[in-house]
Protein backbone atom coordinates (compact mmCIF):
# COMPACT_ATOMS: atom_id res chain seq x y z
CA UNK A 1 0.00 0.00 0.00
CA UNK A 2 1.61 3.68 -1.07
CA UNK A 3 1.21 6.45 1.40
CA UNK A 4 -1.29 7.87 -0.65
CA UNK A 5 -3.33 4.77 -0.49
CA UNK A 6 -2.88 5.04 3.17
CA UNK A 7 -4.09 8.43 4.07
CA UNK A 8 -7.17 7.26 2.33
CA UNK A 9 -7.75 3.64 4.13
CA UNK A 10 -10.52 4.75 6.12
CA UNK A 11 -13.05 2.29 7.42
CA UNK A 12 -14.89 2.44 4.06
CA UNK A 13 -12.22 0.91 2.31
CA UNK A 14 -10.86 -1.94 4.37
CA UNK A 15 -11.96 -5.57 3.76
CA UNK A 16 -15.05 -7.22 5.38
CA UNK A 17 -15.04 -7.39 9.81
CA UNK A 18 -12.82 -4.74 10.05
CA UNK A 19 -10.13 -6.69 8.28
CA UNK A 20 -6.37 -5.26 8.25
CA UNK A 21 -6.41 -3.27 4.89
CA UNK A 22 -4.77 -5.44 2.07
CA UNK A 23 -0.99 -6.29 2.29
CA UNK A 24 -0.07 -5.14 5.59
CA UNK A 25 -2.03 -7.96 7.82
CA UNK A 26 1.26 -10.03 7.30
CA UNK A 27 3.62 -7.31 7.81
CA UNK A 28 2.77 -5.87 11.14
CA UNK A 29 5.15 -5.90 13.78
CA UNK A 30 5.56 -6.39 17.24
CA UNK A 31 5.76 -3.80 19.02
CA UNK A 32 8.70 -3.71 21.54
CA UNK A 33 8.76 -2.89 25.18
CA UNK A 34 9.04 0.94 26.32
CA UNK A 35 12.46 2.25 25.73
CA UNK A 36 14.30 3.58 28.55
CA UNK A 37 13.98 7.14 27.15
CA UNK A 38 10.32 6.84 26.15
CA UNK A 39 7.44 8.51 27.82
CA UNK A 40 6.46 6.01 30.45
CA UNK A 41 2.54 5.45 29.69
CA UNK A 42 -0.17 5.30 32.39
CA UNK A 43 -0.09 2.12 34.29
CA UNK A 44 -1.83 -0.80 32.65
CA UNK A 45 -0.43 0.49 29.16
CA UNK A 46 0.83 -2.24 26.73
CA UNK A 47 2.74 -2.54 23.22
CA UNK A 48 0.56 -2.77 20.38
CA UNK A 49 -0.29 -6.41 19.36
CA UNK A 50 -0.64 -8.13 15.84
CA UNK A 51 -4.10 -8.76 15.25
CA UNK A 52 -3.23 -12.28 15.75
CA UNK A 53 -2.73 -11.89 19.16
CA UNK A 54 -5.71 -9.45 19.92
CA UNK A 55 -8.02 -12.58 21.26
CA UNK A 56 -5.26 -13.65 23.35
CA UNK A 57 -5.22 -10.30 25.10
CA UNK A 58 -7.04 -9.13 28.41
CA UNK A 59 -5.59 -6.42 30.33
CA UNK A 60 -7.22 -4.00 32.97
CA UNK A 61 -7.77 -1.42 30.58
CA UNK A 62 -10.45 -3.07 28.25
CA UNK A 63 -11.37 -6.32 30.03
CA UNK A 64 -12.39 -6.93 33.57
CA UNK A 65 -13.72 -10.22 35.18
CA UNK A 66 -16.37 -9.03 36.99
CA UNK A 67 -19.77 -8.53 34.87
CA UNK A 68 -20.49 -5.23 33.03
CA UNK A 69 -22.27 -2.59 35.49
CA UNK A 70 -25.08 -1.18 33.62
CA UNK A 71 -24.58 2.37 32.59
CA UNK A 72 -26.95 4.49 34.49
CA UNK A 73 -30.07 5.75 32.41
CA UNK A 74 -29.44 9.07 32.87
CA UNK A 75 -26.00 9.14 32.36
CA UNK A 76 -25.16 10.29 28.61
CA UNK A 77 -22.66 8.55 26.92
CA UNK A 78 -21.13 10.04 23.79
CA UNK A 79 -19.89 7.82 20.59
CA UNK A 80 -16.77 9.75 20.18
CA UNK A 81 -14.96 12.31 22.44
CA UNK A 82 -12.02 14.49 20.93
CA UNK A 83 -9.84 16.33 22.94
CA UNK A 84 -8.16 19.55 21.50
CA UNK A 85 -9.70 21.90 19.33
CA UNK A 86 -6.50 22.35 16.46
CA UNK A 87 -6.25 21.12 12.95
CA UNK A 88 -6.03 17.55 13.97
CA UNK A 89 -9.19 17.26 17.18
CA UNK A 90 -11.28 19.89 14.72
CA UNK A 91 -10.62 17.03 11.61
CA UNK A 92 -11.41 14.32 13.53
CA UNK A 93 -14.49 15.48 14.84
CA UNK A 94 -15.70 16.14 11.72
CA UNK A 95 -14.60 12.85 10.44
CA UNK A 96 -17.11 11.27 13.02
CA UNK A 97 -20.00 13.38 12.85
CA UNK A 98 -20.49 13.33 9.11
CA UNK A 99 -21.08 9.35 9.74
CA UNK A 100 -23.81 10.31 12.01
CA UNK A 101 -22.34 9.82 15.28
CA UNK A 102 -22.77 11.69 18.31
CA UNK A 103 -19.48 13.58 19.25
CA UNK A 104 -18.43 16.27 22.01
CA UNK A 105 -15.30 18.10 21.30
CA UNK A 106 -13.39 19.62 24.21
CA UNK A 107 -10.98 22.33 23.89
CA UNK A 108 -9.41 24.37 27.10
CA UNK A 109 -8.94 27.47 25.79
CA UNK A 110 -11.34 29.70 23.94
CA UNK A 111 -11.70 29.99 20.13
CA UNK A 112 -10.00 31.49 18.29
CA UNK A 113 -6.91 31.29 20.14
CA UNK A 114 -3.06 31.49 18.70
CA UNK A 115 -0.95 28.92 18.13
CA UNK A 116 3.01 29.31 17.44
CA UNK A 117 2.85 28.16 13.94
CA UNK A 118 4.10 29.44 10.82
CA UNK A 119 1.02 29.09 9.01
CA UNK A 120 2.17 27.26 5.97
CA UNK A 121 -0.99 25.37 3.64
CA UNK A 122 0.88 22.89 1.27
CA UNK A 123 -1.28 20.10 -0.90
CA UNK A 124 -2.09 17.95 1.19
CA UNK A 125 -3.18 20.25 3.98
CA UNK A 126 -5.40 21.65 1.22
CA UNK A 127 -6.58 18.27 -0.07
CA UNK A 128 -7.76 17.39 3.62
CA UNK A 129 -9.96 19.88 4.31
CA UNK A 130 -13.83 19.26 4.43
CA UNK A 131 -16.17 20.08 1.04
CA UNK A 132 -17.13 23.36 0.78
CA UNK A 133 -14.06 25.16 3.01
CA UNK A 134 -12.78 28.25 2.11
CA UNK A 135 -8.97 29.17 2.94
CA UNK A 136 -8.67 32.34 5.22
CA UNK A 137 -5.88 32.87 3.13
CA UNK A 138 -3.57 36.01 3.82
CA UNK A 139 -1.16 35.66 1.45
CA UNK A 140 -0.44 32.65 -1.73
CA UNK A 141 3.23 32.21 -2.42
CA UNK A 142 4.86 32.40 -5.72
CA UNK A 143 8.57 32.80 -4.68
CA UNK A 144 11.21 31.06 -2.14
CA UNK A 145 14.38 33.06 -1.13
CA UNK A 146 17.00 30.59 0.14
CA UNK A 147 19.74 31.56 2.19
CA UNK A 148 22.65 29.89 4.04
CA UNK A 149 22.43 31.49 7.68
CA UNK A 150 22.28 34.72 6.01
CA UNK A 151 24.90 34.40 2.88
CA UNK A 152 24.13 32.95 -1.01
CA UNK A 153 20.35 34.11 -0.70
CA UNK A 154 19.03 33.54 -4.40
CA UNK A 155 15.29 33.39 -5.09
CA UNK A 156 13.14 30.57 -6.98
CA UNK A 157 10.15 31.37 -8.48
CA UNK A 158 6.83 29.88 -10.11
CA UNK A 159 4.10 31.15 -12.13
CA UNK A 160 1.59 28.84 -10.02
CA UNK A 161 0.95 29.39 -6.59
CA UNK A 162 3.12 26.96 -3.96
CA UNK A 163 1.13 27.06 -1.07
CA UNK A 164 -0.79 29.57 1.11
CA UNK A 165 -0.42 31.47 4.32
CA UNK A 166 -3.13 31.43 7.41
CA UNK A 167 -3.40 32.47 10.80
CA UNK A 168 -4.11 29.75 12.90
CA UNK A 169 -6.72 31.48 15.12
CA UNK A 170 -8.99 31.90 12.08
CA UNK A 171 -8.36 28.47 10.37
CA UNK A 172 -9.05 26.54 13.18
CA UNK A 173 -11.92 28.52 14.31
CA UNK A 174 -13.39 27.58 11.02
CA UNK A 175 -12.27 24.03 11.16
CA UNK A 176 -14.06 23.86 14.09
CA UNK A 177 -17.14 25.36 12.88
CA UNK A 178 -17.19 23.16 9.89
CA UNK A 179 -17.01 20.05 12.80
CA UNK A 180 -19.97 22.06 14.21
CA UNK A 181 -22.37 21.68 11.05
CA UNK A 182 -21.69 18.15 10.43
CA UNK A 183 -23.58 18.03 14.37
CA UNK A 184 -19.99 17.72 16.41
CA UNK A 185 -21.17 19.54 20.28
CA UNK A 186 -18.17 22.03 21.08
CA UNK A 187 -17.46 22.88 24.81
CA UNK A 188 -14.76 25.18 25.21
CA UNK A 189 -12.56 26.62 28.81
CA UNK A 190 -12.32 22.65 29.75
CA UNK A 191 -9.16 21.22 30.96
CA UNK A 192 -8.75 17.55 30.15
CA UNK A 193 -6.76 15.68 33.33
CA UNK A 194 -6.75 11.65 32.67
CA UNK A 195 -8.42 9.40 31.01
CA UNK A 196 -9.33 6.01 32.34
CA UNK A 197 -10.43 2.88 30.77
CA UNK A 198 -11.21 0.76 34.29
CA UNK A 199 -12.01 1.73 37.73
CA UNK A 200 -14.84 2.91 39.58
CA UNK A 201 -15.25 6.13 37.09
CA UNK A 202 -15.99 3.18 34.10
CA UNK A 203 -19.11 1.64 34.42
CA UNK A 204 -18.55 -1.19 31.40
CA UNK A 205 -16.06 -2.19 29.61
CA UNK A 206 -16.62 -0.49 26.58
CA UNK A 207 -16.85 2.96 27.79
CA UNK A 208 -13.84 5.54 28.73
CA UNK A 209 -14.23 7.87 31.18
CA UNK A 210 -12.41 11.84 30.06
CA UNK A 211 -11.97 12.99 33.43
CA UNK A 212 -12.02 17.17 33.39
CA UNK A 213 -10.06 19.58 36.03
CA UNK A 214 -13.26 20.42 38.08
CA UNK A 215 -14.39 16.96 38.33
CA UNK A 216 -17.09 16.00 35.68
CA UNK A 217 -16.40 12.35 34.08
CA UNK A 218 -17.27 12.33 30.42
CA UNK A 219 -18.23 9.42 29.19
CA UNK A 220 -17.56 7.77 25.95
CA UNK A 221 -17.67 4.90 23.37
CA UNK A 222 -13.70 6.14 21.88
CA UNK A 223 -11.51 8.69 22.42
CA UNK A 224 -9.29 10.30 20.04
CA UNK A 225 -6.73 12.61 21.71
CA UNK A 226 -5.61 15.40 19.51
CA UNK A 227 -4.57 17.62 22.86
CA UNK A 228 -1.15 18.64 21.41
CA UNK A 229 2.83 17.78 21.68
CA UNK A 230 2.41 18.17 25.35
CA UNK A 231 -0.43 16.14 25.66
CA UNK A 232 -1.68 14.24 28.60
CA UNK A 233 -4.09 11.82 25.76
CA UNK A 234 -0.24 10.87 24.46
CA UNK A 235 1.13 10.17 27.99
CA UNK A 236 -2.10 7.97 28.62
CA UNK A 237 -1.72 5.89 25.44
CA UNK A 238 2.53 6.12 25.77
CA UNK A 239 3.43 7.87 23.09
CA UNK A 240 7.69 7.17 22.98
CA UNK A 241 9.58 10.59 21.34
CA UNK A 242 12.40 10.01 19.05
CA UNK A 243 12.74 13.96 18.56
CA UNK A 244 12.07 17.14 20.42
CA UNK A 245 13.11 20.86 19.22
CA UNK A 246 12.49 24.60 20.07
CA UNK A 247 10.31 26.98 17.94
CA UNK A 248 10.80 30.51 18.63
CA UNK A 249 8.17 33.00 16.92
CA UNK A 250 7.43 36.44 16.58
CA UNK A 251 4.42 38.04 14.65
CA UNK A 252 5.61 41.75 13.65
CA UNK A 253 3.66 44.45 12.25
CA UNK A 254 5.51 46.10 9.11
CA UNK A 255 4.07 49.33 7.33
CA UNK A 256 3.10 49.25 4.29
CA UNK A 257 6.12 49.74 2.08
CA UNK A 258 7.69 46.99 4.00
CA UNK A 259 4.98 44.18 3.45
CA UNK A 260 4.70 45.18 -0.61
CA UNK A 261 8.17 44.12 -0.57
CA UNK A 262 7.49 40.66 0.99
CA UNK A 263 4.46 40.55 -0.48
CA UNK A 264 4.25 36.69 -2.14
CA UNK A 265 7.17 35.73 -1.42
CA UNK A 266 8.88 33.46 1.83
CA UNK A 267 11.85 33.28 3.19
CA UNK A 268 14.04 29.91 4.51
CA UNK A 269 16.77 30.49 5.98
CA UNK A 270 19.31 27.37 6.65
CA UNK A 271 20.28 27.92 10.40
CA UNK A 272 23.71 28.06 11.90
CA UNK A 273 23.45 24.94 14.37
CA UNK A 274 22.56 21.64 12.55
CA UNK A 275 19.17 20.98 11.67
CA UNK A 276 18.15 24.30 12.41
CA UNK A 277 16.70 26.97 9.80
CA UNK A 278 14.63 30.18 9.83
CA UNK A 279 11.67 31.74 8.00
CA UNK A 280 9.75 34.09 7.32
CA UNK A 281 5.83 34.69 6.22
CA UNK A 282 4.46 37.63 5.28
CA UNK A 283 0.74 38.12 6.01
CA UNK A 284 -0.57 41.07 5.02
CA UNK A 285 0.71 43.59 7.44
CA UNK A 286 2.33 41.37 9.28
CA UNK A 287 5.57 39.05 9.24
CA UNK A 288 5.51 36.11 10.95
CA UNK A 289 9.57 35.81 11.72
CA UNK A 290 10.70 32.47 13.12
CA UNK A 291 13.42 30.15 13.84
CA UNK A 292 13.34 25.88 14.88
CA UNK A 293 16.77 24.05 16.78
CA UNK A 294 17.03 21.06 18.34
CA UNK A 295 16.54 21.33 22.40
CA UNK A 296 18.48 22.00 24.54
CA UNK A 297 19.89 24.27 22.21
CA UNK A 298 18.13 27.39 23.89
CA UNK A 299 20.68 29.93 24.18
CA UNK A 300 21.87 29.34 20.67
CA UNK A 301 18.23 28.91 19.44
CA UNK A 302 17.60 32.63 20.82
CA UNK A 303 20.64 34.31 19.40
CA UNK A 304 19.85 32.86 16.12
CA UNK A 305 16.59 34.93 16.74
CA UNK A 306 17.28 38.05 17.16
CA UNK A 307 20.47 38.09 14.58
CA UNK A 308 18.01 37.05 12.32
CA UNK A 309 15.77 39.40 12.66
CA UNK A 310 18.26 42.27 13.03
CA UNK A 311 19.67 41.39 9.77
CA UNK A 312 16.75 41.48 8.42
CA UNK A 313 16.28 44.75 8.98
CA UNK A 314 12.89 43.85 11.50
CA UNK A 315 14.87 44.95 15.11
CA UNK A 316 13.12 48.32 15.30
CA UNK A 317 9.69 47.14 14.74
CA UNK A 318 7.90 45.71 18.09
CA UNK A 319 6.26 42.67 18.00
CA UNK A 320 2.60 41.96 19.16
CA UNK A 321 3.24 38.51 20.04
CA UNK A 322 6.68 36.49 20.67
CA UNK A 323 6.09 32.82 21.46
CA UNK A 324 8.39 29.55 21.78
CA UNK A 325 6.88 25.55 21.58
CA UNK A 326 8.81 22.98 21.62
CA UNK A 327 7.67 19.99 18.41
CA UNK A 328 7.23 16.43 19.28
CA UNK A 329 8.45 13.52 16.45
CA UNK A 330 7.44 9.71 17.47
CA UNK A 331 10.01 7.12 17.30
CA UNK A 332 8.94 4.57 14.55
CA UNK A 333 7.41 1.56 17.22
CA UNK A 334 5.49 4.46 19.40
CA UNK A 335 2.34 3.14 20.27
CA UNK A 336 -0.97 4.98 18.27
CA UNK A 337 -3.56 3.68 20.72
CA UNK A 338 -4.65 2.01 23.91
CA UNK A 339 -7.69 0.37 24.55
CA UNK A 340 -10.61 2.48 23.11
CA UNK A 341 -8.16 5.69 22.58
CA UNK A 342 -6.29 6.97 19.73
CA UNK A 343 -4.32 9.75 19.24
CA UNK A 344 -3.28 11.90 16.01
CA UNK A 345 -1.61 15.03 15.19
CA UNK A 346 0.99 16.50 17.46
CA UNK A 347 -0.25 14.61 20.65
CA UNK A 348 0.80 11.25 18.60
CA UNK A 349 4.09 13.13 17.47
CA UNK A 350 3.50 12.84 14.13
CA UNK A 351 5.09 15.94 12.05
CA UNK A 352 7.57 16.29 9.55
CA UNK A 353 10.72 15.55 11.26
CA UNK A 354 13.22 17.61 8.93
CA UNK A 355 10.63 20.76 8.01
CA UNK A 356 8.40 20.16 11.16
CA UNK A 357 5.83 21.24 9.23
CA UNK A 358 2.04 19.87 11.36
CA UNK A 359 -0.33 21.20 9.68
CA UNK A 360 -0.95 18.39 7.22
CA UNK A 361 -0.29 15.26 9.48
CA UNK A 362 -2.70 16.72 11.79
CA UNK A 363 -5.20 16.54 9.11
CA UNK A 364 -4.71 13.62 7.83
CA UNK A 365 -4.61 11.73 10.72
CA UNK A 366 -6.67 13.65 12.71
CA UNK A 367 -9.80 12.60 9.57
CA UNK A 368 -8.12 9.00 9.81
CA UNK A 369 -8.25 8.95 13.49
CA UNK A 370 -12.51 10.09 13.08
CA UNK A 371 -12.94 7.38 10.73
CA UNK A 372 -11.24 4.92 12.91
CA UNK A 373 -12.47 5.98 16.36
CA UNK A 374 -16.31 5.24 14.91
CA UNK A 375 -15.66 1.81 14.76
CA UNK A 376 -13.79 1.54 17.76
CA UNK A 377 -16.90 2.77 19.32
CA UNK A 378 -18.68 0.47 17.62
CA UNK A 379 -16.79 -2.63 18.65
CA UNK A 380 -18.43 -4.92 21.87
CA UNK A 381 -15.96 -6.38 22.60
CA UNK A 382 -12.08 -5.89 23.39
CA UNK A 383 -10.90 -7.77 20.49
CA UNK A 384 -12.98 -5.90 17.92
CA UNK A 385 -11.98 -2.46 19.22
CA UNK A 386 -8.20 -3.66 19.44
CA UNK A 387 -8.64 -4.83 15.86
CA UNK A 388 -10.28 -1.00 15.09
CA UNK A 389 -7.12 0.75 16.49
CA UNK A 390 -4.81 -1.70 14.99
CA UNK A 391 -6.39 -0.77 11.27
CA UNK A 392 -6.28 3.09 12.40
CA UNK A 393 -2.57 2.45 13.24
CA UNK A 394 -1.59 0.40 9.97
CA UNK A 395 -3.06 3.20 7.86
CA UNK A 396 -0.98 5.70 9.74
CA UNK A 397 2.21 3.87 9.38
CA UNK A 398 1.37 2.94 5.95
CA UNK A 399 0.74 6.30 4.75
CA UNK A 400 2.60 9.31 7.17
CA UNK A 401 5.09 6.95 8.60
CA UNK A 402 6.77 6.42 5.37
CA UNK A 403 6.80 10.17 4.85
CA UNK A 404 8.34 10.67 8.42
CA UNK A 405 10.76 7.68 7.42
CA UNK A 406 11.84 9.89 4.06
CA UNK A 407 11.81 13.00 6.67
CA UNK A 408 14.12 11.71 9.05
CA UNK A 409 16.38 10.95 6.49
CA UNK A 410 16.31 14.40 4.73
CA UNK A 411 17.15 15.91 8.47
CA UNK A 412 20.42 13.90 8.32
CA UNK A 413 21.20 15.06 5.27
CA UNK A 414 20.40 18.50 6.06
CA UNK A 415 22.49 18.37 9.28
CA UNK A 416 25.46 17.25 8.10
CA UNK A 417 25.61 19.39 4.43
CA UNK A 418 23.44 22.20 4.57
CA UNK A 419 25.49 23.65 2.21
CA UNK A 420 25.10 20.99 -0.46
CA UNK A 421 21.33 21.07 0.21
CA UNK A 422 21.25 24.84 -0.33
CA UNK A 423 23.15 24.61 -3.93
CA UNK A 424 20.68 21.76 -4.96
CA UNK A 425 17.65 23.68 -4.57
CA UNK A 426 19.22 26.86 -5.49
CA UNK A 427 21.20 25.46 -8.65
CA UNK A 428 19.67 22.41 -10.01
CA UNK A 429 16.33 22.63 -11.45
CA UNK A 430 15.32 19.44 -10.65
CA UNK A 431 15.82 19.61 -6.95
CA UNK A 432 13.41 23.00 -7.20
CA UNK A 433 10.82 21.61 -9.68
CA UNK A 434 10.18 18.56 -6.37
CA UNK A 435 10.44 21.44 -3.74
CA UNK A 436 7.23 23.12 -5.84
CA UNK A 437 5.90 19.95 -6.59
CA UNK A 438 5.61 18.11 -2.66
CA UNK A 439 5.03 22.01 -1.47
CA UNK A 440 1.66 21.85 -4.15
CA UNK A 441 0.61 17.99 -3.28
CA UNK A 442 1.14 16.73 -6.76
CA UNK A 443 3.73 14.46 -4.96
CA UNK A 444 5.16 13.45 -1.70
CA UNK A 445 8.83 13.18 0.04
CA UNK A 446 7.84 9.29 0.02
CA UNK A 447 6.42 9.09 -3.49
CA UNK A 448 9.52 10.82 -5.05
CA UNK A 449 11.64 8.59 -3.40
CA UNK A 450 9.25 5.75 -4.77
CA UNK A 451 9.45 6.69 -8.31
CA UNK A 452 12.84 8.06 -8.46
CA UNK A 453 15.88 5.26 -8.37
CA UNK A 454 18.30 7.41 -7.89
CA UNK A 455 17.23 9.38 -5.09
CA UNK A 456 15.94 5.53 -3.55
CA UNK A 457 19.49 4.52 -4.05
CA UNK A 458 21.13 8.19 -2.23
CA UNK A 459 18.98 7.15 0.59
CA UNK A 460 20.10 3.75 1.25
CA UNK A 461 23.79 5.17 1.19
CA UNK A 462 22.75 7.33 3.79
CA UNK A 463 20.85 5.19 5.78
CA UNK A 464 24.07 2.89 6.60
CA UNK A 465 26.30 5.78 7.05
CA UNK A 466 23.75 7.55 9.40
CA UNK A 467 22.80 6.73 12.76
CA UNK A 468 18.57 6.92 12.35
CA UNK A 469 18.32 3.76 15.14
CA UNK A 470 15.76 6.25 16.99
CA UNK A 471 12.96 6.43 13.99
CA UNK A 472 12.73 9.92 13.90
CA UNK A 473 16.14 11.95 13.18
CA UNK A 474 19.76 11.36 14.41
CA UNK A 475 19.23 8.98 17.21
CA UNK A 476 17.71 10.97 20.46
CA UNK A 477 17.66 14.48 18.72
CA UNK A 478 16.83 16.79 22.04
CA UNK A 479 15.48 14.16 23.87
CA UNK A 480 15.96 13.68 27.45
CA UNK A 481 16.54 10.12 28.77
CA UNK A 482 13.76 8.92 30.61
CA UNK A 483 11.19 11.81 28.71
CA UNK A 484 7.58 11.91 28.87
CA UNK A 485 5.80 14.71 27.09
CA UNK A 486 4.95 16.95 29.82
CA UNK A 487 1.16 18.04 31.07
CA UNK A 488 0.86 21.72 30.45
CA UNK A 489 0.86 24.29 33.11
CA UNK A 490 -1.19 27.31 34.23
CA UNK A 491 -1.86 30.00 31.58
CA UNK A 492 0.06 32.72 33.60
CA UNK A 493 3.34 30.26 34.13
CA UNK A 494 3.19 29.33 30.34
CA UNK A 495 2.89 33.62 30.07
CA UNK A 496 5.46 34.14 32.42
CA UNK A 497 8.10 31.89 30.47
CA UNK A 498 6.99 32.96 26.81
CA UNK A 499 8.47 36.19 28.14
CA UNK A 500 12.00 34.85 27.98
CA UNK A 501 11.86 32.53 25.63
CA UNK A 502 11.09 35.11 22.11
CA UNK A 503 12.39 38.26 20.81
CA UNK A 504 11.69 41.36 22.35
CA UNK A 505 8.23 42.23 24.43
CA UNK A 506 5.07 40.06 24.17
CA UNK A 507 1.83 42.46 23.78
CA UNK A 508 0.14 39.32 24.03
CA UNK A 509 1.53 36.48 25.95
CA UNK A 510 0.42 32.70 24.38
CA UNK A 511 -1.20 29.90 26.21
CA UNK A 512 1.06 27.79 23.86
CA UNK A 513 4.12 27.76 25.17
CA UNK A 514 5.40 25.67 27.36
CA UNK A 515 7.33 26.09 30.65
CA UNK A 516 9.79 23.96 29.32
CA UNK A 517 9.95 25.56 25.99
CA UNK A 518 10.39 29.30 27.80
CA UNK A 519 13.37 27.51 29.85
CA UNK A 520 15.33 26.22 26.89
CA UNK A 521 15.21 29.96 25.00
CA UNK A 522 15.92 32.02 28.09
CA UNK A 523 18.82 29.61 29.52
CA UNK A 524 21.82 26.72 28.18
CA UNK A 525 25.04 26.96 27.20
CA UNK A 526 26.73 28.89 24.36
CA UNK A 527 26.66 26.17 21.56
CA UNK A 528 28.74 28.50 19.39
CA UNK A 529 26.55 29.84 16.64
CA UNK A 530 28.70 30.07 13.43
CA UNK A 531 29.82 33.95 12.29
CA UNK A 532 30.71 35.03 8.95
CA UNK A 533 29.97 37.78 6.06
CA UNK A 534 26.34 38.00 5.60
CA UNK A 535 23.89 38.97 3.03
CA UNK A 536 20.66 40.74 3.90
CA UNK A 537 18.06 38.38 2.34
CA UNK A 538 14.96 40.75 3.65
CA UNK A 539 13.23 43.61 1.64
CA UNK A 540 16.75 45.24 0.50
CA UNK A 541 16.88 44.71 -3.37
CA UNK A 542 15.86 41.44 -3.89
CA UNK A 543 18.46 38.44 -5.21
CA UNK A 544 17.84 37.91 -9.10
CA UNK A 545 15.46 35.58 -10.01
CA UNK A 546 16.46 32.14 -11.34
CA UNK A 547 15.60 31.74 -14.63
CA UNK A 548 13.39 28.25 -15.81
CA UNK A 549 10.43 29.18 -13.28
CA UNK A 550 7.51 26.29 -12.94
Same mark, same amino acid.
Given at each position: ?31 ? #??? &? ?33 ? +? ?20 ? *? ?30 ? %? ?20 ? =? ?64 ? !????? +? ?10 ? !? ?18 ? &? ?6 ? +? ?77 ? %? ?26 ? %? ?26 ? *????? *? ?23 ? #? ?24 ? +?????? /? ?12 ? %? ?22 ? &????? #? ?23 ? /? ?13 ? =????? &? ?7
Amino acid at each position: MSSEQAENAGPENTAPGGAAPEGLTDAVPDEP #AEA &ADSPAPDAGARAEETPDAVAAVASPEVADDDADTE +VDADTEVWDVVVVGAGPGGASA *AYAAAVAGRRVLLLEKSELPRYKTCGGGIIGP %SRDCLPPGFELPLQDRVHAVTF =SLDGRFARTRRSRKMLFGLINRPEFDAQLVEHAQKAGAELRTGVTVTRVEQHGPAVPDRRTVAVVL !ADGET +VLARAVVGADGS !ASRIGAHVGVKLGQVDLGLE &AEIPVPPS +VAEDWKGRVLIDWGPMPGSYGWVFPKGDTLTVGVISARGEGAATKRYMEDFVARLGLAGFEPTISSGHLTRCRTDDSPL %SRGRVLVCGDAAGLLEPWTREGISYALR %SGRLAGEWAVRVAEANDAVDARRQALNY *AFAIK *AGLGVEMAVGRRMLAVFERRPGLLH #ATLTGLRPAWNAFADITRGSTTLGGM +VRSNGM /ARRALEILDKRMDT %SSGVGPAGRGVGRGERPAPEGGEA &AEASE #AKGGAVGPAAEPTADVTPEAGAEAG /AGADTGASAGRRVDA =SVKPE &APETPGAV
